[in-house]
């Protein structure tokens, strides 16, 4: 290691608040699907920034789009309209089925489900959502409540709202139909479960969640945040089931690794929301609208939904071609794809990174989280396999459990 990258790591490690589990590299480049450090190590990146380089890394089209929009105008109040602002919104809700066409502008996905979570308390004049068992929609605290994982909310005790929020077991839909009573303002779902182990839902639960709600009187609410802009073989994974909720969450992908968010609703529930009832500085900035016009062009240019379908379809088969008696189920939708193990998964995500320069992501302590960008070339998902094949035959559950192999643990 030279004195410099030593030197960016210590002032990461002093500086920061802490929070991070900070891997021992510094990342200074990328492109595509590739990621270079500090020191010139190349690796292919299956993490995109947690699933945010759907496009690939410095998209030329998005980089061109932020040069320009940078120079010309970055930031704007939602008060004063915009031209880039108006362009943006006519293209997002050109991709989303009719039925959702008012849009709220944020800076990221936990801000879209607060958005979210606000706008279907005034739609119902009601206080209480339903969330999934293995559910994450963020951090802040409106979003945390919705988050099932405890180790995220116990820190930070009455101040989640816990009383408000029911979690039901994902898939079940007798425990969904239990929990929406007339009092619920909204369901809250993934249509695949990222965090919460790459867990895809089928489309008869999406089709229940559906009528359950409207039976009730309460909203369906998609997060779609790690789903959306092509990610799972559609332009969003509600497609596959053919579900039209009352609002979708959106962030990572939708601005090709600018930050943004949205939530997407239908005119009732926009309606219901008086003036100056929601806000935000950063919402709608014209940097972020040029970088997110640039990021769905290119993707319904290259009909990137196709390519995540079969890429995502190639790299599973892969997987599951892999003979090892540590795996126990490889399961996702398009490129977002999960392989559980019958071990922990952080000492195979260290040994990918350390020994192969291949990213990976955990998602609950067993499973490896592949989530490259969806330009990947096949070349790249043939070598990133090629390396997991050989990282789950070198490393050692009992070196690992000495200590001998460090172990990591990243989170979202
Ligand atoms: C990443 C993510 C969030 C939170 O988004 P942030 O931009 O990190 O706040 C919420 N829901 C899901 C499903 C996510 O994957």
Known sequence: MTATQTNWLEVENTLDSGVYNK?????????GARVWDSEGREYIDCVAGYGVANVGHS??????????????????????????????????VSVLPQGLERVFLCNSGTEAMEA?????????????????????????????AFTWEPKYREPFGSAVDDAQVTFVTYGSVEELRAAVTEDIAAVILEPVQGEGGVRPADAEFLRAAREITREKGALLILDEIQTGFCRTGKMFAMEH???????????????GGVPIGAFVMSADVANKMPKGGHGTTFGGNPLAMAAGIAAIRFMKREK????????????????????????????GQGLMIGVELKEKSAPYIAALEHDEAVLTLQATPLVVR???????????????????ARVLQSVNPREVA?????????TE
């Open 402 to 410: 000495a200590g001998v192999v460090k172990e990591e643990k990243q």
């Open 241 to 255: 089931a053919d579900v039209v909720p009352d609002g979708v969450t959106l962030a990572k992908a939708m601005a």
């Open 370 to 388: 592949f989530l490259p960008p969806l330009t990947i070339s096949y070349e790249q998902i043939d070598r990133a396999v090629e390396a997991f």
């Open 304 to 331: 990137l939904w196709e390519q995540a379908a079969e890429k995502g379809a190639y790299f599973m088969q892969k997987l599951r071609a892999i003979e090892s008696s540590k795996i126990r189920e490889v399961r």
């Open 116 to 144: 979210a979570k606000k706008f279907a308390i005034t739609a119902t004049g009601r206080y209480k959502f339903v969330s999934m068992k293995r559910g994450f929609s963020g951090r802040t605290l409106g979003a945390l």
């Open 59 to 92: 998209n030329p089209e998005v980089v061109r789009a932020v040069q320009e929009q940078a120079a010309r105008l970055m930031v704007m109040p939602q008060t004063l309209p915009n031209d880039q602002r108006a362009e943006f919104l006519q293209e997002l």
């Open 23 to 31: 891997h021992a590299v510094v990342m200074v480049r990328a492109e």
